[in-house]
């Protein structure tokens, strides 16, 4: 999410259904705000992780689809938006540079209004899930949201992007835009030991559009292996790095994709050891799953489901990303439970890419400043987002 310029971006928390960011702010309150948090919710229909923040002046309720890898706030001015405090962004101005915008609308041929001002700097609102981009204007309003001690922070200019009505398309319903990296704190770690791996960069941009040059802003770590009952899964290992031409192959994290989607070699070869592990029968797929089973025929854990534990192996035997039962299994319907992987097809961007359904009750903080992931599954120490208690630093 792009910020005005008196705010550092430093730690993204995610668990699950709720969210805890982190980084340094000046806001409307009497002491700087320790951490700032938002609820998250599910769209049934669409499975879209939906936030609410409060926008404009008067304050209303806007709702926003989640993208992690998203590189800004955009939201639909052209329908609805009304305002007394919205700035926009000058040409060759400081938010601009901030905003790392490389283009200007010199004129807009229509009354002016949020989204459309003369000598404004622009930047390429994506929805990730249509998907489709086009243009829009930077520009900055008041922002509100909840600290993490209950109380409203509102900062009066923060930056984000003027979208069009088109860009709505596919996104869950009442959404009028989406959010990716968001802000604000400090956070008292020891309420969930994390274990760490470092963030890698994709040097190709994933975005719709981009510049040449321009690196991806999405979040990619480094899997070394994949094992299942730990054992490990015979893949082609250059799948796993990231080409520094191309930019196609290794692995990211995404609230986009609602299962962690797998390039085609290495799915199968997943779905092979997991099934010789498992050792119950199958049954007809249910798509978008390869991988069914008859839910009689699977017994329960604390973790969920009672299947092969599967880690995501990163830069040592150490250090993985485990995945169990209750994060690899969905129930598809009373009678079938199957593997929540999906083929994502021969030679794809990412060879690995770790979707919502996975990344639920776990707790990840993003450290932009250290450059590095810190993950703790919630599930494995018997607690859930559910009951999770956010504690930040003294």
Not at 162 to 176: E, N
Not at 275 to 284: A, G, H, S
Not at 376 to 392: G, T, V
């Amino acid at each position: 999410m792009v910020s005005s310029s008196t705010i550092i971006f430093h730690i993204f928390l995610i668990c699950g259904l709720s969210l805890l960011f982190i980084s340094s702010c000046q806001a409307t309150t009497l002491t700087r705000p320790k951490g700032l948090i938002l609820s998250v919710s599910k769209d049934p229909s669409t499975l879209q992780y939906i936030i609410e923040i409060k926008q404009r002046t008067p304050l209303v309720p806007v709702k926003l689809a989640v993208d992690l890898g998203a590189q800004f706030l955009w939201v639909d001015c052209e329908k609805g938006y009304t305002t007394s405090s919205y700035r926009p962004a000058r040409c060759n101005s400081a938010p601009c540079s901030l905003a790392k915008s490389t283009s200007c609308m010199t004129e807009c041929y229509s009354p002016a209004s949020p989204g459309c001002t003369n000598n404004t700097c622009t930047l390429f609102p994506e929805n990730t899930y249509a998907p489709i981009a086009t243009s829009g204007t930077l520009g900055s309003d008041a922002l509100s949201v909840h600290s993490a001690v209950g109380e409203p922070v509102t900062i009066p200019h923060f930056l984000f992007v003027c979208g069009a009505t088109l860009l709505l398309d596919k996104l869950s319903s009442g959404v009028t835009g989406m959010a990716g990296t968001i802000y604000f704190g400090e956070f008292d770690s020891s309420t969930a030991p994390l274990t760490y791996t470092p963030l890698l960069t994709n040097p190709v941009s994933t975005a719709g559009v981009s510049t040449e040059g321009e690196a991806s802003s999405e979040y990619f770590i480094g899997v070394k292996s994949v094992k299942i009952n730990e054992k490990v899964v015979h893949i082609n290992p250059t799948l796993l790095s990231i080409n520094g031409t191309t930019g196609h192959g290794g692995t990211k994290i995404s609230t986009v994709d609602k299962y962690t989607v797998l390039e085609t070699s290495i799915y199968k070869a997943v779905i092979h050891a997991f099934v010789q592990e498992l050792n119950v029968p199958r049954v007809p797929s249910v798509a978008p799953f390869g991988a069914c089973f008859s839910s009689k025929n699977i017994g329960t854990a604390y973790t969920g489901p009672a299947v092969p534990i599967i880690d995501l192996v990163l830069q040592s035997k150490d250090v993985y990303w485990r995945i169990y039962g209750g994060h690899s299994m969905v129930r598809v319907n009373k009678d079938v439970t199957c593997l929540g992987f999906v083929d994502g097809g021969l030679n794809s961007r990412t060879s690995i890419v770790i979707g919502g359904h996975q990344v639920e009750e776990n707790l990840l903080e993003i450290d932009f400043a250290a450059s590095k992931l810190g993950f703790s599954p919630l599930w494995y120490r018997k607690q859930s987002c559910a009951n999770f208690k956010f504690a930040a630093k003294a």
